[in-house]
């Protein structure tokens, strides 16, 4: 699989294969890495922050190509900024997860040609301040967007969920689903606020968002097979972030972070 | 030999009397059918007896041999021996019911768990009930049918070894094979392990298969009448009005039944 390893803003290409392209651009105010994807590929970046770090990834996907992105962000204060560009017919499958000491990280989608199609899959476990903005624009006709954020707040843990998706006039038969859902653990103040703009009435579209802790029933029932409290919370924990996830590796790793948050 | 005693219970739920001075005693070996109108306390029975904190004992005794478990935690009460098979068992998103198994049965044998074990015993038991295999990696219920769920709850016991199995409405949501299929399979149990089970339905068709040694009426949070079989036929013909005020012993009731043949 390509791979890319960004500490702080250094970036190091580990492996990329001719189907990707790429430039970095430190002229800007904001150090850049812009990719171009020209054939169906993967690509697992790994991000890790030591200091405060400000950095954009721009993502452009050619006409039918399609993408399999695996995105880990793990460390301390950051700044974040990342476009995904889909062109005709182009798909992408976004798995992310974060496990990050304050963030503020603002995701941009443009579904700019027809039948593009974003899958967007994130998970988070939050002990300090997080905030994610996202923002989906269907600029064509048939586009497809299904964004799913779990986050689980633990300890000082606080998450914003802004996710806002745009049809305009005339983009009809697009598809637009927003499922959001925050396990708060702390009692600190979690937000979601799942947007939908919309001007034409020829659209699917629906929304859900949900703060709360896991349900008294599921709880009784694991309970009620013999596991105690702890190893059936933790045992919730683990199926909320780690469904969805079809790598091994990156399901190991989580696992590992899960366990030493609930040691 | 183990046993579950309760005496004398009541039960509220935000304020309302649920269970009024509720007494039964079963035993292993001995397999007690719990029939009555809906809303009469028969599932609250049963949550209680596991432990479900969403409901407040006000008076009385609940015993598994001889220790108090009014006030023990829900997975103690598992780990000691108690199984409930939920009418409604819930959905759990990214659990797979591998995971769950594993855990719950490694929950209770500690150091005793064996993975290897776990795992044939796991597929022998999925084959005796004729499920899916793929159904074990699959999370919790998540797009199971009515039956598939009912038939995940008797995987769960039989995983668990419980020595008083309780089971709410098993035979709901179930087609007549998938009814053969999980009544049979928990007499097997019954047969294998001889524990103590408590049954709630309301249909005499589970019974013809998980045959029941003792007969329960329960209204308004109590039991009214005991007997044997012959009293699910008289609920059958009769039904549950004024029940309470007909005095019947078992041969009464097969003259009851008899006289409305």
């Known amino acids: 699989m390509n791979k890319i390893e960004i500490v702080n803003d250094n970036i190091n290409i580990i492996n990329l294969n001719n189907d990707i392209t790429y430039i970095i651009d430190e002229n800007s105010l904001v150090k850049t890495l812009k990719l171009k994807i020209l054939k169906d590929t993967s690509l697992f970046i790994n991000y890790n922050f030591d200091n405060l770090t400000k950095l954009e990834v721009i993502f452009e996907l050619n006409e039918f190509t399609n993408l399999k992105l695996y995105e880990i962000k793990t460390g301390f204060e950051s700044k974040i900024r990342t476009k995904y560009l889909l062109e005709k017919e182009s798909n992408l499958n976004v798995l992310k997860f974060n496990d990050v000491d304050t963030i503020n990280e603002n995701v941009v989608v443009n579904l700019n040609g027809k039948n593009s199609k974003i899958n967007y899959i994130f998970k988070t476990i939050s002990t300090s301040k997080e905030k994610y903005d996202l923002t989906i624009y269907h600029n064509y006709l048939n586009t497809e967007s299904y964004i799913k954020n779990n986050g689980v707040a633990i300890k000082d843990g606080k998450i914003k969920f802004n996710v806002s998706s745009f049809v305009e006039k005339g983009n009809k038969e697009c598809n637009v689903n927003q499922v959001n859902r925050i396990i708060n653990l702390t009692d600190n103040k979690c937000e979601i606020y799942p947007n939908l703009y919309i001007d034409e009435y020829d659209v699917n579209a629906a929304h859900s968002a949900l703060i709360g802790k896991f349900s008294d029933t599921e709880m009784f029932y694991l309970q009620s097979r013999g596991i105690n409290e702890k190893d059936a919370l933790m045992l919730l924990i683990k199926g909320f972030i780690l469904s969805d996830i079809d790598l091994e590796d990156i399901k190991e790793m989580i696992s590992k972070k899960i366990q030493e948050y609930w040691r | ?261």
């Open chain 2, 1 to 261: 030999m183990h046993s579950l005693k309760i005496i004398n219970l009541c039960v509220d739920i935000d304020n309302k009397n649920i269970l009024n001075n509720f007494n039964l005693e079963i035993k292993s070996g001995e397999i007690h059918a719990i029939m009555g109108p809906n809303g009469t306390g028969k599932s609250t029975l049963l949550k209680v007896i596991m432990g479900d904190s969403n409901y407040k004992i006000t008076s009385g005794e609940i015993y598994f041999d001889d220790t108090l478990i009014n006030n023990l935690e829900v997975d103690k009460r598992a780990n000691l021996g108690l199984f409930l098979g939920l009418q409604l068992p819930p959905e759990i998103e990214g659990v797979t019911n591998a995971d769950f198994l594993r855990t719950a049965l490694h929950s209770k044998e500690k150091e005793n768990f064996k993975l290897f074990d776990f795992i044939k015993k796991l597929d022998e038991n999925v084959e005796k009930l004729k499920m899916d295999k793929s159904m074990i990696h699959r999370d919790i219920n998540e797009g199971f049918s009515g039956g598939e769920r009912k038939k995940n709850e008797i995987l769960q016991m039989y995983t668990l070894k419980p020595n008083i199995v309780m089971l709410d409405e098993i035979d709901s949501g179930l087609d007549v094979d998938s009814l053969k299929i999980v009544g049979e399979n928990v007499m097997d149990y019954y047969n294998e392990y001889n524990p103590a089970i408590l049954v709630i339905t309301h249909y005499k068709r589970l019974l013809s298969y998980i045959k029941p040694t003792h007969v329960h009426i329960m209204k308004n949070g109590t039991i009214i009448k005991s007997g044997d079989n012959t009293l699910v036929e008289y609920i059958e013909k009769n039904g549950y009005d004024n029940l309470e005020k007909i005095e019947l012993n078992s041969t009464c009731i097969v003259e009851e039944n008899k006289k409305n043949e």
